[in-house]
């Protein structure tokens, strides 16, 4: 699964990325563990909960 994100400048959004946990989603072919403007903020219904930092963002994730 792929979902581009775009934060506009001075704000933050919440992004609901649907896996299994965590360490399966990867922004830009990154991790998003340890990173200062990815915080997360919990799992949803099969779905990781981050709230992120202005900026633009691909997050892929990989689903059982």
């Known amino acids: 699964v792929i979902v581009p994100t775009l934060a506009r400048r ?7 990325i649907p896996a299994q946990n965590l360490e399966s ?3 830009g072919g990154s991790p ?19 709230r992120l930092g202005s900026g633009d963002y691909q997050f892929t994730a990989t689903l059982p």
């Open 25 to 27: 989603v990867t922004e």
């Open 32 to 50: 998003v563990t340890g990173r200062p403007d990815l915080q997360c903020e919990g799992f949803v219904a099969g779905h990781v909960v981050l």
């Open 10 to 16: 001075n704000t933050t959004a919440t992004v609901r």
